[in-house]
């Protein structure tokens, strides 16, 4: 990919790689409070980008890449949540202009699963439109501190995991049924917001870009057989088209529709939504890819209670693809043309540009000596950006690839066991020691494929 319009960039996100906790007026987000397993790091401290920012940037200079996809979080920007922190907009306006100074384009994202835990007591978040309304107020902080300076934003990302992960979004409820309705409830609420945060950002940020970052859902059937052909196509709704859909189309897909309704779950509104919804469109659609899905139907009397919340109902379930290697942290199987099969079906049907905004491999990397020879990294790296070449090759408007992630940092449940960066950090769950930066072998190798495409 030669084109100069091409953006090379690394991905993070506030709550995985800042620390700084109640440091320069942060208020208490979701992130801090949820439960961490015993022996697992939170994110208290993190990656300690807080105090390592200078060195961060001078690693991406370094790297050669031209984005930075990074994430504000809003109990930085916002305290507790009702008023803006001068102390964080200061952090941020640092961040990014180190970032401009440097030739990197800075890309935040507005919400990456940090909501002000005084909202859950307050008002339930998410669950309550008062939670939309408090997301405009403080998009719209962002956008008239930094919007003269930064061009490309992230409504929120990925909009399942922040509907469904009840220790991220506040969502206690006990009775199941009662917490599936809240859930698609909060998600509605996400959707509203994020159109109604277009709407200011168009009067304010005129020449700026503002998309959503989807967890982009790949999803085969196990099988041929009709009942699991039909069960990947409901799969694809729930857990990707009901969110692109409502961001690009402003409305759900029909069979979805259908099916929260007939169980009493869809979600409630007022008449005034509509037009909001379908008059603010995105610019752009971020994706991030891991690794492909397989379903298949529902048995009769199977239970599946088990399985994450937007999997709980009786149109399909999971299966088993036996034609992609497995890791330890890769449990559905690595599949670097996921990627372009994913995209290329996301253009078709949204027509809109977009930009591979997370995609990498986890490990449990070892430090020997002063190197980290992440071999497995490479390869996979290399597997994807070459379907990224493929889909540019092709007329696919794909603008920039950021791998997950810029550095290690504290995975969601695993600590730092488990490891995507391309910079080890020298920390483990039990010992901070100094979060010392060395650059692993993908780190170089990264920095070569970049500059071998200029």
Not at 21 to 32: I, S
Not at 76 to 92: K, L, S, V
Not at 237 to 244: I, V
Not at 279 to 289: A, E, Q, V
Request: aromatic share 14%; charged share 25%; net charge negative.
């Amino acid at each position: 990919m030669e084109k100069k319009s091409f953006y090379w960039g690394a991905s993070t996100s506030a709550f995985q790689v800042e620390g700084g906790y109640g440091e320069g007026g942060k208020g208490v987000a979701t992130t801090d409070v949820r439960k961490v397993p015993a022996g697992v790091a939170d994110s208290k401290v993190a990656s300690d980008q807080y105090h390592h920012l200078k060195e961060d940037v001078l690693l991406m200079k370094e790297l050669g890449i031209t984005l930075y996809r990074f994430s504000f979080n809003w109990t930085r920007i916002m305290g507790d949540g009702y008023e803006e922190n001068p102390a964080g907009i200061a952090f941020y306006n640092q961040l990014i202009d180190l970032c401009l100074e440097n030739g990197i384009t800075p890309f935040p994202t507005l919400y990456h699963f940090e909501m002000p835990q005084r909202f859950v007591e307050d008002f339930a978040g998410w669950q309550s439109r008062k939670c939309v309304e408090q997301f405009v107020k403080y998009a719209e902080i962002c956008f008239r501190h930094f919007g003269d300076r930064v061009k490309y934003w992230g409504t929120i990302n990925e909009q399942l995991i922040a509907s469904a992960a009840t220790d991220l979004n506040g969502n206690h409820e006990t009775n199941p049924e009662l917490k599936m309705k809240h859930m698609y409830q909060m998600s509605y609420h996400m959707s509203l917001a994020e159109k109604k945060t277009i709407e200011v950002f168009r009067k304010i940020v005129k020449d700026g870009k503002f998309g959503p970052i989807c967890s982009m859902q790949v999803v085969y059937p196990e099988t041929p057989a009709p009942n699991d052909i039909l069960a990947a196509r409901n799969a694809q709704d729930f857990l990707q088209n009901c969110f692109l859909d409502m961001s690009v189309f402003g409305k759900y897909p029909t069979s979805y529709s259908n099916y929260l309704k007939n169980k009493g779950w869809y979600p409630e509104s007022e008449e005034e939504d509509a037009a909001v919804l379908k008059n603010n469109r995105p610019d752009f659609i971020g994706i991030n890819y891991y690794c492909s899905t397989c379903v298949r139907a529902l048995a009769e009397g199977e239970d599946n209670s088990k399985l994450p919340p937007f999997y709980r109902n009786e149109l399909f379930t999971l299966g088993n693809n036996p034609h992609l290697t497995k890791t330890q942290w890769m449990e559905f199987g690595i599949d670097p043309e996921g990627l372009y099969i994913g995209m290329r079906d996301i253009y078709e049907r949204y027509g809109l540009p977009m930009v591979v905004t997370e995609n990498g491999l986890a490990y449990s990397d070892v430090l020997e000596g002063e190197t980290v020879s992440d071999h497995y990294r490479i390869d996979y790296l290399e597997q994807h950006i070459k379907q990224c070449e493929r889909l540019v090759e092709e007329g696919y408007p794909v603008f920039g690839y950021c791998p997950w992630s810029l550095l290690d940092l504290v995975s969601s449940h695993q600590g730092f066991k488990k490891r995507y960066g391309l910079v080890y950090v020298d920390r483990t769950d039990e010992d901070v020691k100094d979060c010392r930066r060395i650059p692993k072998e993908s780190y170089f190798w990264y920095k070569n494929r970049i500059q071998s495409n200029k």
